[in-house]
């Protein structure tokens, strides 16, 4: 089995082919991609209001528990899908989609 990437070097695609996409109803503010994406993707913020009023009633109760803050891919033209996020995120909020760069 291959190690995860350790650094930006070890990710398998170049930047911008794919990025990633929090999920806002699953995202508990826990930090482990900010900790773990060897590409300096990630930011811990606080949600905005647009943000909570696209939110189900439930997603919003869940995130002021957890202080409404969330991660967002404050980089993501700069990810290159090692997918170190996915598997360090707890609640699976992060998912890799496709762009339209080659």
Do not use: W, Y
Request: neutral net charge; proline residues 8%; glycine residues 4%.
């Amino acid at each position: 089995m291959k190690a995860a990437p350790q650094t930006a070097q070890d990710c398998p695609q170049p930047p911008g082919r794919f990025i990633p996409v929090v999920d806002r109803n699953r995202c508990e503010g826990k930090e482990d991609c900010v900790a773990a994406c060897p590409c300096d993707v990630f930011e811990m913020q606080l949600l905005s209001e647009a943000d909570k009023a696209a939110m189900p009633f439930f997603s919003r109760f869940k995130a002021k528990l957890h202080g409404n803050r969330q991660a967002f891919a404050v980089r993501a033209n700069d990810c290159q899908a090692c997918g170190v996020c996915i598997t360090a995120c707890p609640e699976s909020a992060i998912t890799l989609q496709r762009t339209g760069a080659l």
